[in-house]
């Protein structure tokens, strides 16, 4: 097999592994730590921490641990977090979230160089176009990273399933459901029993020995990765503040204040469908139990269509796939204004989720590819801008989830999208501008930028 792509596959499976954990735990915080909302609050926490590690952490880290040795310290981090869940308190769980937070950042920008390097290492070796291949690498990383959805929420649901009672929910119960919701607290209709210690302890610890793996794969299998770009960096020696400012920085450039709106949409999306389409529309009609369920399904059609994307980019273009992405989310906007959610109707509860996992996976991988071709000579500051302002999308979007109507979330969001796609726009119109000899933006003109490409993330970290 060839060495990049091992790499490639090594930190894939290793990110599996990682996020099958960490994706269940989160989805199960504010059931499993309901008391005085300890489990809402360390989510905002981590995703404040996360916000604070964007805006330094990740170039620091990177030039001085290297790529391999960031991802798997920071996969560190998010071991910590299921230690934490074992004796949950505002004093186990609060800290674990903050160290989850701050690994958050430089474990997504470190993957985020490493493919980039990696990939523009085997174009220069095999003559081909770099972005291509990054595409493509990035493409593999999401189809094997996105189905951890399927295994985190599949473990948790067969371990909890002894302990799940379903329950007639009445006509009245129904009426509150969907766009026009009563700002109820619809899990109260589902009648779940809590789940015992004995399964709670017995889930945390294959998520925990799940993490564990994905720490020794990384340090065991995968090698430290270097570019030449680097190195001849290492002969400037920046100084400590103007590396602790890089992020900062980067904003100079009119391009990444552009992809602002477009970075924070992907947040918007994913905590719209974590947090407000399963509770409003699964679990007030459905019930809990169901809830698995419709993420398995968003989580197998986003890793599916991540490769897909991944491959197909080259001969579309990304201009096309974000198209695509947005009136694919436009229309399940408005099919979600409008619907009113009934048991009935089972099958539409799950054309949703993979609906919006078709689009998510153009967001993340056309997303960080964009980064990857704009901004190949910063790329550790690039990607830890992404990492914070798809973060803000997240707080943002959890902030206000407990305050306003669904209805107004999704306006919300269709505003954001349209935004998002304004200034996307004017990005490739500079880029096209700035390019003229290029029958398309896809392809930068100058030589030493065609072994540049694309970057992706995830899930909400």
Known sequence: MERNLKNVLIISFGF????????????????????????????????????????????????????????????????????????????????????LGLGGAPLWSAKCTYLTIAGNSYAEKAGKNGKDIINQYFGVFFLIFQSSGIWGNLISSLIFSQA?????????????????????????????????NSLIYTLLGIYTASGVLAVLLIVIFLDQIKSDQAETEKLETPSFWSTFLATFQHLKDKRQCLLIPLTM???????????????????????????????????????????????ISQFTGRKLLFALATVTNIACIIALLLW?????????????PALWGLSDAIWQTQTNGLYGVLFEKHKEAAFANYRLWESVGFVIAFGYST???????????????????????????LEAKSSPGTPTAETPTAAKKENVGPLTQETPM
């Open 403 to 429: 305050k306003l109507q669904v209805y107004i979330k999704l306006y919300i969001l269709l505003s954001v999208l349209v935004l998002s796609m304004v200034t996307y726009g004017v990005v490739e119109y």
């Open 340 to 352: 009113k959610p009934h048991p009935k109707q089972l099958a539409v509860f799950f054309v949703f």
């Open 16 to 99: 599996l592994l990682l996020f099958t954990a960490y994706g269940g735990l989160q989805s199960l915080q504010s059931s499993l730590h309901s008391e005085e909302g300890l489990g809402v609050a360390s989510l905002s926490v981590l995703y404040a921490a996360l916000i604070l590690s964007s805006m330094f952490l990740p170039p620091i880290l990177i030039k001085k641990l290297g790529c391999k040795w960031t991802i798997a310290g920071s996969m560190c981090c998010y071991i910590a977090f299921s230690l934490g869940n074992f004796y949950a308190s505002w004093y186990t769980l609060i800290p674990t979230s903050v160290i």
């Open 265 to 311: 949409y992907s947040g918007f999306e994913q905590g719209f469908l974590s947090g407000d389409y399963t509770k409003t529309y699964v679990t007030c009609a459905l019930g809990i139990h169901y809830v698995g369920y419709a993420m398995i399904c968003f989580a197998a059609v986003n890793s599916l269509c991540s490769l897909l994307f991944g491959k």
């Open 164 to 196: 799940s009672n379903k329950v007639e929910i009445s006509e009245e119960n129904l009426a509150c459901c969907g766009a026009y919701d009563c700002m109820t607290d619809t899990t109260n209709t589902t009648g779940s029993a809590e789940p015992s």
